[in-house]
């Protein structure tokens, strides 16, 4: 079974951008050239600040549409493994 991740990267603003992957690495490569998601385009340098693996796609798209929908203190918490197991995140 394959592995997947769901991550966040900071970008120079300080925002925080949530996706899914199979291959973080090549990823965030992309992310970092500009090929990536439009969202980030522009907004360098990137910090992969977070990532967690997941056993499938459908679970890390549920993850990442969870973790999309916290305020950004939250998603920061997050980041600073303060609250791993944030109440409402499990799949």
Same mark, same amino acid.
């Given at each position: 079974?394959?592995? @997947?991740?769901?991550?966040?990267?900071?970008?120079?603003?300080?925002?925080?951008?949530?996706?899914?992957?199979?291959?973080?690495?090549?990823?965030?490569?992309?992310?970092?050239?500009?090929?990536?998601?439009?969202?980030? #385009?522009? #907004?360098?340098?990137?910090?992969?600040? @977070? =990532?967690?693996?997941?056993?499938?796609? =459908?679970?890390?798209?549920?993850?990442?549409?969870?973790?999309?929908?916290? =305020?950004?203190?939250?998603?920061?918490?997050?980041?600073?493994?303060?609250d791993?197991?944030?109440?409402?995140?499990?799949?």
């Amino acid at each position: 079974m394959s592995k @997947w991740f769901v991550y966040l990267i900071r970008t120079r603003h300080n925002a925080l951008y949530c996706g899914v992957t199979n291959d973080l690495e090549r990823r965030f490569q992309q992310h970092t050239n500009g090929t990536g998601a439009k969202a980030l #385009k522009g #907004k360098g340098p990137l910090i992969l600040e @977070w =990532s967690i693996p997941v056993e499938n796609k =459908s679970q890390a798209l549920k993850l990442e549409y969870k973790i999309k929908q916290l =305020s950004k203190q939250r998603k920061e918490r997050l980041v600073a493994g303060e609250d791993i197991m944030l109440e409402g995140l499990t799949i």
